[in-house]
């Protein structure tokens, strides 16, 4: 049974800085493209990062340059450094596996909050 648990979430200022942790369960994390995201109060939920089991990463045009995903596959880990840090950026982030070890399955945390206001 997978679990994915989000931490690192708090309220910060404008400019400010934040590192999102999700921690993984199981034995195919290895084998697992990862995800983050994130939903405000009232809106869609929208893709942030994503990065494959080998590394490569794709961003949301909105945090290209000040947002990067990363992962360490021995310590069954995922995370998101969030840098200049913009008000719009407050919600509610997700980990996410889209298709765990390839089974064919989806998992999804529960969510950290993230509040950037002066």
């Known amino acids: 049974q997978v679990q994915l648990v989000e931490s690192g979430g708090g309220l910060v200022q404008p400019g400010g800085s934040l590192r999102l942790s999700c921690a993984a369960s199981g034995n195919r994390f290895k084998y697992s493209t990862m995800g983050w995201h994130r939903q405000a109060p009232g809106e869609q939920r929208e893709l942030v990062a994503t990065?494959?089991?080998?590394?490569?990463?794709n961003y949301a045009d909105s945090v290209k340059g000040r947002f990067t995903i990363s992962r360490d596959n021995a310590k069954n880990m995922m995370y998101l450094q969030m840098n200049s840090l913009k008000p719009e950026d407050t919600a509610v982030y997700y980990c996410?596996?889209?298709?765990?070890?390839?089974?064919?399955?989806?998992?999804w945390g529960k969510g950290t909050l993230v509040t950037v206001s002066s």
């Open positions: 996410n596996a889209p298709n765990w070890g390839l089974l064919g399955v989806e998992y």
């Open positions: 990065i494959t089991n080998d590394g490569n990463t």
